[in-house]
């Protein structure tokens, strides 16, 4: 694992710059603003910073001594992370580190450590503590597994608590990827759809949405809706355009969204709300596949699959399986208010490998919601109270 540290202007330039270096496979691990100091200050602009991962073969690692005290080792910069890399990954572990040494120096509750022929190891304890607090987090059985075995392959004898904490943290987020939320056209107008099944929030999301990039990013922003099953939730869509000040379409056929390219030509998006979509019904999805596409030889689109985190795991799975079928899609997750479980979305990341984007966590509008955050979602997958 190489980690690294570059800035810039802007987080797109600092990114670049890491791009340039270490190639298109880096994984965004931290962003912050870097506020300068001093009386010079004042004439300068602030920096942004980026903390980047990249995995590559044959990590390096020295074993711990046996005569150095675990104050030593806590001082000891970890593996393939250098200056203060280190403690930024400290920092942000700090928590975490003191919840799970303190639960891991508690004594087996199975069996007395006196009836063991062995003793466990304390990276043995830290590997069963981890893989409870996946299952407790209701990440999938062969999910949780599969994490556990990559740290056990990787382990060298005598590796100290902190250096399996990070690296474990480092390959989680590194499975959920990069995060990125919609993305500009290249030239004219980006449709947006939101698809997914009935009562996730997807009106809501949308209009959550809509005010950040009307107020906060300044972009011109048509609503439509496609749904014409539900009377309120078309609505309610009204309603908010209203308030936001922005046109609003309803319409009711394919031929209709493409209409609509005229009609808003100049503006940055078109938000399309779609219909409820039952992953059982053939017919619905022929007429979903059919809306979601009609635009694809006149203008560029996203399609971002909206979910509920409260969702049973075999459900989202036929539901993911299905929208798969009709097209690509980046995901949202709702009611993340509504369960302290996020196993769902590391379930779904894993099985899909479609990209997290957006969460949300409440009704309120435009406040309750948020780009996805990787290494926060790992912290809470792993114990922390986030």
């Known amino acids: 694992m190489i980690i690294k540290k570059f800035q810039g202007k802007t987080e797109n330039e600092a990114v670049e710059a890491a791009k340039k270096e270490m190639g298109g496979n880096i994984v965004i691990m931290n962003v912050r603003d870097l506020k300068k100091k001093g009386f010079f200050s004042f ?69 007395p450590e006196e009836e063991l022929e062995t003793p466990p190891s304390e990276f043995e304890r830290l590997m069963k503590l981890l893989y409870n607090k996946l299952l407790d987090n209701e990440v999938d059985e062969k ?25 474990v943290y480092q390959k989680m987020v590194l499975k959920f990827g990069k995060s990125e939320g919609i993305v500009p056209a290249e030239n004219g107008t980006k449709v ?9 929030g997807k009106t809501t999301t949308i209009a959550k949405l809509a005010s950040h990039y009307i107020v906060d990013e300044k972009k011109k922003v048509a609503m439509i809706t496609s749904d ?10 009204r309603i ?4 936001l000040e922005v046109p609003f379409r309803v319409v009711y056929s394919p031929e209709e969204i493409v209409q609509c390219l005229r009609v808003f030509a100049g503006f940055d998006y078109i938000f399309v709300d779609t219909s409820g979509h039952s992953y059982q019904n053939e017919e619905q999805k022929q007429n979903m596949e059919q809306i979601v596409h009609a635009v694809d030889s006149e203008a560029e689109k996203e399609v971002y699959l909206v979910l509920s985190a409260t969702t049973k795991y075999k459900d989202l799975l036929k539901i993911v399986d299905t929208y798969s079928e009709i097209t690509d899609y980046k995901l949202i997750f709702t009611k993340l208010d509504e369960t302290n479980a996020l196993g769902n979305l590391m379930n ?28 926060s979602a790992v912290r809470q997958l792993l114990g922390e109270k986030v």
């Open 43 to 111: 004439f300068s602009r602030d920096q942004v910073e980026v903390t980047v991962a990249l995995e590559e073969e044959g990590e390096k690692y020295t074993p711990v001594k046996k005569e150095e005290n675990r104050e030593t080792v806590q001082r000891r910069p970890l593996p393939n992370v250098q200056g203060e890399n280190s403690a930024v990954l400290e920092e942000k572990l700090d928590n975490l580190h003191a919840l799970l040494e303190q639960q891991i120096q508690k004594p087996e509750e199975e069996k």
């Open 143 to 167: 999910y949780a597994n599969q994490i556990i075995d990559e740290m056990e392959k990787s382990a060298k004898p005598n590796m100290p608590f902190e250096y399996a904490l990070t690296n």
């Open 192 to 200: 947006i759809f939101f698809v997914g099944p009935t009562g996730v």
């Open 228 to 237: 014409t099953y539900r009377i309120a939730a078309a609505e309610q869509l």
């Open 240 to 243: 908010y355009a209203s308030i």
């Open 348 to 375: 779904v990341k894993l099985h899909t490998d479609k990209m997290i984007s957006y969460i949300t966590c409440g009704q309120n509008v435009p406040d309750d919601f948020r780009e996805f955050n990787p290494q």
